[in-house]
T-cell receptor
Framework: ETGVTQTPRHLVMGMTNKKSLKCEQHLGHNAMYWYKQSAKKPLELMFV???????ENNSVPSRFSPECPNSSHLFLHLHTLQPEDSALYLC????????????FGSGTQLSVL | EDKVVQSPLSLVVHEGDTVTLNCSYEVTNFRSLLWYKQEKKAPTFLFML????IEKKSGRLSSILDKKELFSILNITATQTGDSAVYLCAVPFAGTASKLTFGTGTRLQVTL
């Protein structure tokens, strides 16, 4: 079992749908992250959680809503998305906030129609 | 504004060749520079560099940092088709470990 698991692997949704992305880490880490990777663009940090508390919200539109119920699980709730939100959404974890070495999941490839 | 620039954007080489990938950066309060390999989806960690001039090595891969000239290189010797991937460089934003600024990556294709 890999250290960071994301589901689903692929998601196609209409602009009016509501869906959620799930991330689970089995590494005993205290910090978790959501990144967005669009075609030909660098990875963009979206949210940072430390011990279930959100410590960073990187100017992300409110149609993206994160949730961290415990230090092992992270969700990204999606609502009323736009086609330009189509991207690879990557979850990552680190031992704690002070450690820059991230462990990534395989991502959810999202297409918004 | 912190910035990470990687070059070349893409590269095609033959198996057995040696390649050098470049990463230059502008960042306030430099803390470290990281290299990742992204084969399909999940970036996997390769190296973290904090000190200038000290080479980090793992098998055929090696990396070095020049803090004076603000760049790092990633070398891959005797390339194999399994080295085909996007190689990403990242630095913590404004010295904050939890906020990595990534470059756009170098796409490496190794052909037979």
């Amino acid at each position: 079992e890999t250290g960071v698991t994301q589901t689903p692997r692929h998601l196609v949704m209409g602009m009016t749908n509501k869906k959620s992305l799930k991330c689970e880490q089995h590494l005993g880490h205290n910090a978790m992250y959501w990144y967005k990777q669009s075609a030909k663009k660098p990875l963009e940090l979206m949210f940072v959680y430390s011990l279930e508390e959100r410590v960073e919200n990187n100017s992300v539109p409110s149609r993206f809503s994160p949730e961290c119920p415990n230090s092992s699980h992270l969700f990204l709730h999606l609502h009323t998305l736009q086609p330009e939100d189509s991207a690879l959404y990557l979850c990552a974890s680190s031992q704690d906030l002070g450690r820059e070495k991230l462990f990534f999941g395989s991502g959810t490839q999202l297409s918004v129609l | 504004e912190d910035k990470v620039v990687q070059s070349p954007l893409s590269l095609v080489v033959h198996e057995g060749d040696t390649v050098t990938l470049n990463c230059s950066y502008e960042v306030t309060n430099f803390r470290s520079l990281l290299w990742y390999k992204q084969e399909k989806k999940a970036p996997t960690f390769l190296f973290m560099l904090t000190s200038s001039g000290i080479e980090k090595k793992s098998g055929r891969l090696s990396s070095i940092l020049d803090k004076k000239e603000l760049f790092s290189i990633l070398n891959i010797t005797a390339t194999q088709t399994g080295d085909s991937a996007v190689y990403l460089c990242a630095v913590p934003f404004a010295g904050t470990a939890s906020k990595l600024t990534f470059g756009t990556g170098t796409r490496l294709q190794v052909t037979l």
